[in-house]
């Protein structure tokens, strides 16, 4: 049994946080009609007793539904929605923490300031969160990278928890900003948020606002047609967020012939220590729509690795895998299914030397309340390098000219802190890009027209 605390760390983190909790509770309602606390609900969420407050076991009634959850913004205003709305009984109040005056998109007011000031209360929530679940697998930690708050605060979490669980999975899913974004300062502080996250994450599944708002613009959500034009409101880009997060925790929800638990996910990952940031990629992306109900189970799989259907703007079949997981949802996918086009996969993307050139393939049962079938790939690509190579451009023309500098130096940070996040950026991209190259040769070849392995598209058909 494997028990998970979600931590969902300011705007972006707790708007993403709602999403994702309405889709859990809302796929456990349809499925869990008897009233009983499950071995299922048991992964994410605890029963206790209103009163004394203990924990209720497995196969009791419901009595209240407690979601594992600690939430945690520097203004109050998203987190206070969240309390009022219809959510709002799941969680525990002790287990949240606001405060007045946000940290107005600045990393070390978050980091250094509130995370000076909260460390106690925080090391409190994670204790007591921790304390109840014999079997604490995993923390995923919920942030954006451009704001204050989410990135600074966020990052001096993952820090306590690395000092203080050391043995329990840290999984950070972090949004970094698209290239219109309006927090100006959002290069400083998804760059000093990087340096943490590549020391004491476990795993980092990258999103971008690029990529998200890219795939909502293009697709339909839900059935819902989209305004054709930006900017795509948060919400839909949060609801895409949070099935990619609803599908990766399905199996250890619902259970599975081949169940990955989250703390395997590192392990399984990242064949080197700092190379830990995955690109997720969805397919189907459109909301359930009668045409295609009939998409032959071949024809989605291979969507999930297209560049359009990935949610960081980048793509990695042209380029080198370090690592690479499949999950797959679905009544009538059997294993069959998926070992059949992973081995025809295996023709068209390419591993780099040094990874473990294996799959980590993951089958559930339960379709998503959206999907009868679906596919979720996780990617250790060598294609990171690019937005991360954008980033440092973006970062490197700010600081050049020591823009907005002196708000960070005022909160105790020196310029050398700059340079060393700077510094850990830089020796990220070259990692990546020393994968990317063993990719780039397969890609060469494609454009020369040649077919070669890793190369070529197979060749699938809509049904
Ligand atoms: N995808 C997505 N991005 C968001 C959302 N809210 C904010 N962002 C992005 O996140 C960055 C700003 O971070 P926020 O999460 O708003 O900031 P914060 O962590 O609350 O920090 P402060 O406001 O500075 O205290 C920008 O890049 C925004 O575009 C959201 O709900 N979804
Ligand atoms: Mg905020």
């Known amino acids: 049994m494997s028990h998970n605390v979600v931590i969902s760390i300011g705007q972006c983190g707790n708007q993403i946080g709602s999403e994702f909790w309405d ?24 029963n206790t007793d209103g009163r004394h407050d203990s924990s209720l076991p497995i196969g009791s009634r419901l009595k209240h539904l407690q979601a594992n959850a600690v939430l945690i913004d520097m203004e109050t205003r998203v987190v206070d929605r969240l309390l009022r709305g219809p959510l709002g009984d799941l969680f525990d109040k002790r287990m949240t923490l606001t405060d007045s005056c946000g940290s107005g998109n600045n990393w070390s007011t978050g980091h250094l300031t509130y995370g000076l000031q909260h460390e106690d209360t925080i090391s409190e929530m994670l204790r007591r969160s921790a304390e109840p679940l014999d079997q604490l697998q995993s923390f995923s930690v919920l942030h954006s990278m451009g704001g204050g708050t989410g990135s600074g605060l966020g990052t001096a979490v993952v ?146 690795f297209e560049r359009r259907n990935q949610l960081m703007d980048c793509d990695p079949q042209r380029s080198a895998y370090l690592a690479c997981l499949l999950l797959a949802r679905g009544k009538d996918i059997a294993p069959s ?65 020591r823009a907005h500098l002196h708000h960070y130096l005022l909160n105790g940070m020196e310029a050398a802190d700059f340079e060393a996040s700077l510094e850990s950026l830089s020796a990220l991209i070259s990692d990546y890009r020393q994968v990317d190259a063993a990719g780039a040769v397969a890609a060469n070849v494609r454009d020369r027209g040649y077919v070669a392995v890793g190369v070529v598209k197979p060749k699938v058909k809509a049904g």
């Open 159 to 304: 820090k306590m928890m690395a000092r203080d669980y050391g043995k329990t999975a840290r999984l950070v899913s972090c949004v970094f900003p698209g290239d219109q974004d309006d927090v100006v300062t959002s290069p400083y502080n998804s760059v000093l948020a990087l340096k943490v996250l590549a020391e004491d994450a476990d795993s980092v599944i990258s999103l971008d606002n690029n990529a998200l708002s890219t795939v909502c613009s293009k697709h339909v959500l839900a059935g819902r047609p989209l305004r054709k034009s930006p900017p795509v409101p948060f919400d839909q880009m949060n609801d895409l967020v949070a099935r990619m997060l609803a599908d990766l925790t399905s199996s250890i929800r619902f259970g599975g012939e081949l169940s990955i638990p989250l703390s395997e996910l590192p392990v399984r990952m990242s064949p080197f220590p700092r190379m830990k940031f995955l690109i997720p990629g969805l397919s189907p992306v459109t909301g359930a729509l009668p045409s295609m109900e009939s998409k032959k189970i071949d024809r989605t799989f291979y969507e999930a």
């Open 337 to 401: 299914d998926v070992q059949r086009n992973v081995d025809k996969m295996k023709r068209y993307i390419h591993f780099a030397p040094g990874s473990k050139d294996e799959w980590a393939v993951s089958l559930c049962g339960i379709p998503s309340q959206s999907h009868p079938r679906s596919f979720l790939t996780l990617a250790n690509n060598g294609c990171f390098h690019k937005p991360m190579q954008c980033l440092k451009e973006r970062f490197v023309a700010m600081y050049r000219g």
């Open 23 to 46: 889709r859990v509770v809302h796929s456990h309602a349809l499925l869990d009609t008897d009233g009983t606390f499950t071995s299922a609900l048991a992964t994410f969420f605890r």
